[in-house]
């Protein structure tokens, strides 16, 4: 399969579902031999036989990012499976949130503990291995709530900075190594994230149509929007990135 990323293997976290799922497909489609990674075992395998049927190479693999073991054993399966690494997206995540006056330290510690600790999980064990291979690209999925904040939200605010900040540090740390580290921060995603918790809220369609109006061009963002810029990260044509805030909101920050 011929592409922009062809040749390389890809990792991608949160794989399962939404923006990870999508990149995976695309990263696939430019040619990476994609593993996905997941808690969510069938539907992240369902994603990988989609991508095998469009004559892509995807496998799954069951993973919890916030256990470190389990990031070992996952880079050293998919470098036993496909012989290098190359990309890491870490994408698992969860959103949801508690008004700060009712929050709980056992809420934060969930929140964080996948955002924040997974994604330096990630950094942590996948940099070794791409070293290895003579370099690669990291990139983290932060959001525009790592950049600004949102009621209701500051345990996923906080994670979101913390990921931006990681990647910088990250970012310079690793540069004589060729490991690039970027950071991408979309605006509100139409995923499955999204949806269920405009589900869970009490007067979801009023949610909506506000998060709609803060941003500017009127609507919400698709997946394939986001996932482009993965591929965008992963691939040579970023060679000069690291360290960088992508982001990808139709105009919410703009404000
Ligand atoms: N959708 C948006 O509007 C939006 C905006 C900005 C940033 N993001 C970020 O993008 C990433 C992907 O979000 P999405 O919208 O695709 O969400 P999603 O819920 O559709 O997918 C997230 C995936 O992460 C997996 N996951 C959750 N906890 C995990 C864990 N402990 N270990 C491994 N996997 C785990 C879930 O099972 C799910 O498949 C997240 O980090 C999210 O915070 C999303």
């Known amino acids: 399969m011929a592409g922009r990323v062809k040749g390389k293997v890809a990792l991608v976290s949160g794989g399962a579902s939404g923006l990870g799922a999508e990149s995976g497909r695309r990263l696939a489609r430019e040619g990476a031999r994609v593993m996905l990674t997941d808690v969510a075992h069938d539907r992240g395998q369902a994603v990988a036989d989609e991508i095998l049927a469009e004559g892509g190479e995807a496998a799954f693999l069951p993973h919890d990012v916030t256990d470190e073991a389990q990031w070992i054993e ?23 949130g508690e008004p700060l006056l009712e929050a709980t330290l056992e809420g934060w510690r969930r929140v964080t503990g996948i955002n924040l600790d997974g994604t330096f999980l990630g950094v942590r064990h996948a940099a070794p291995a791409m070293i290895a291979g003579g370099g690669g690209s990291i990139i983290n999925l932060s959001s525009i709530l790592g950049k600004v904040g949102f009621p209701g939200a500051a345990a996923y605010c906080a994670s979101k900075g913390g990921v931006a900040l990681l990647t910088k540090a990250a970012a310079l740390e690793l540069a004589a190594t060729g490991v690039r580290v970027n950071s991408v921060h979309p605006g509100f995603i139409e995923t499955p994230m999204v949806a269920e918790a405009l589900h869970a809220s009490e007067n979801g369609n009023e949610m909506r149509d506000m998060l709609i109006s803060r941003h500017a061009l009127g609507r919400l963002g698709a997946p394939r929007e986001i996932a482009d810029a993965i591929v965008f990260l992963a691939s040579d044509e970023s060679s000069f990135m690291t360290g960088a805030e992508l982001v990808i909101d139709g105009g919410y920050t703009a404000a």
Do not use: E, K, M, Y
Not at 74 to 96: K, Y
């Open 74 to 96: 996952t880079i050293q399966a998919t470098v036993a499976r496909f012989g290098r690494l190359d990309v890491l997206v870490n994408s698992a995540g969860i959103g949801g």
